[in-house]
């Protein structure tokens, strides 16, 4: 199994581009969550998803947009890339909510200039 | 509102000592804690969890961490350190299906 993948591994934009990072799981995990990682303030979860067609927002969604029409694939749109979404973002998968550990895909490292 | 803090921004700890990571929490609710390890320029790696049952859960590579419900902690332990533990690390909880992660704790073995 190759887990959780993620691509790109790095990604350079300019203030009001718009990209998606794909995130993808081979575990049939229904459950799975997009991160960002900032210095000093550990994860903040962007959006998550309990399966296919059902999404949800976490702390900070804003400026973000997901979908999720397939259980494997769980793609992170920036709609208008802003200097404040420079970040590491983690996609995760698990078996379900609750009590059940995550896994995380090798990040991508989003520099907005 | 769920929260979860790690008070040190870093522990520096000699290969070989006792090593200790805190954790507090604020869930309402039975909590689920977990801990996780990063490296650099990698994703996070499960290292053990706390659902019910015994206070002292045991995860991989020798890690282990007792939660007090009375002092609402679940601190991160390794009896003897190795100099390959050096990494980050986080506490999370998950309350109602929300994950919230602590700030992290840089951890340094030295030899």
């Known amino acids: 199994n190759a887990g959780v993948t993620q691509t790109p591994k790095f990604q350079v934009l300019k203030t009001g581009q718009s990209m998606t990072l794909q995130c993808a799981q081979d575990?049939?995990?229904?459950?799975m969550s997009w991160y960002r990682q900032d210095p000093g303030m550990g994860l903040r979860l962007i959006h998550y998803?309990?399966?296919?067609?059902?999404?949800d927002q976490g702390e900070v969604p804003n400026g973000y947009n997901v979908s999720r029409s397939t259980t494997e694939d769980f793609p992170l749109r920036l709609l208008s890339a802003a200097p404040s979404q420079t970040s590491v973002y983690f996609c995760?998968?698990?078996?379900?909510?609750?009590?059940?550990?995550?896994?995380f895909g090798p990040g991508t490292r989003l520099t907005v200039t | 509102a769920q929260s979860v803090a790690q008070p040190e921004d870093q522990v520096n700890v000699a290969e070989g000592n006792p090593l200790t990571v805190k954790c507090t929490y604020s869930?309402?609710?039975?909590?689920?804690l977990f801990w996780y390890v990063q490296y650099p320029n990698r994703g996070l790696q499960f290292l053990l969890k706390?659902?019910?049952?015994?206070?002292l859960v045991k995860g991989s590579y020798g890690f282990e961490a007792e939660f007090n419900k009375s002092q609402t902690s679940f601190h991160l332990k390794k009896p003897s350190a190795l100099v390959s533990d050096s990494a980050l690390y986080f506490c999370?909880?998950?309350?109602?299906?929300?994950?919230?992660f602590g700030a992290g704790t840089q951890v340094v073995v030295t030899p």
């Open positions: 998803s309990v399966g296919a067609g059902i999404t």
């Open positions: 869930v309402s609710g039975n909590p689920y």
């Open positions: 575990m049939n995990h229904e459950y």
């Open positions: 995760a998968s698990s078996s379900n909510r609750g009590r059940y550990e995550q896994y």
């Open positions: 706390y659902i019910t049952g015994d206070n």
């Open positions: 999370a909880s998950d309350s109602w299906g929300k994950f919230q």
